[in-house]
């Protein structure tokens, strides 16, 4: 099994900036794929950006794309979302995951993943 741990959640203003940190243990050597999705209240959970853990091929949303950097520390077992110009739509709880199968997935889809972090609560102001 593998245990995330996000970090760096906060409140911000419109336009601020926050970094989002996911810290992997276990069987880190199971890791094919990490990711960030999203979930705002009344709303289902949503996809944020995925990493390949063997090339660092990175996905995004349409709705984050440009703002937001995904990388990874492969020695720190460790994910980083840097998000820039925050909007009040960011505001969700985000959650980092592991996808530890290795065929190709659909990293859109929550279902895929198999492990999950406890989520950290981003809240960004108008």
């Known amino acids: 099994q593998v245990q995330l741990v996000e970090s760096g959640g906060g409140l911000v203003q419109a336009g601020d900036s926050l970094r989002l940190s996911c810290a992997a243990s276990?069987?880190?050597?199971?890791?094919?794929?990490m990711g960030w999705f999203r979930q705002a209240p009344g709303k289902e959970r949503e996809f944020v950006a995925a990493i390949s853990w063997r090339d660092g091929s990175t996905l995004y949303a349409n709705s984050v794309k440009g703002r937001f950097t995904l990388s990874r520390d492969n020695a720190e077992n460790t994910v980083y979302l840097q998000m820039n110009s925050l909007k009040p739509e960011d505001t969700a709880v985000y959650y980092c995951?592991?996808?530890?199968?290795?065929?190709?997935?659909?990293?859109?889809?929550?279902?895929?993943?198999?492990?999950w972090g406890q989520g950290t609560q981003v809240t960004v102001s108008s």
């Open positions: 276990g069987r880190t050597f199971n890791i094919y794929a």
């Open positions: 995951a592991a996808d530890l199968s290795p065929y190709i997935e659909s990293w859109y889809r929550p279902d895929i993943w198999d492990s």
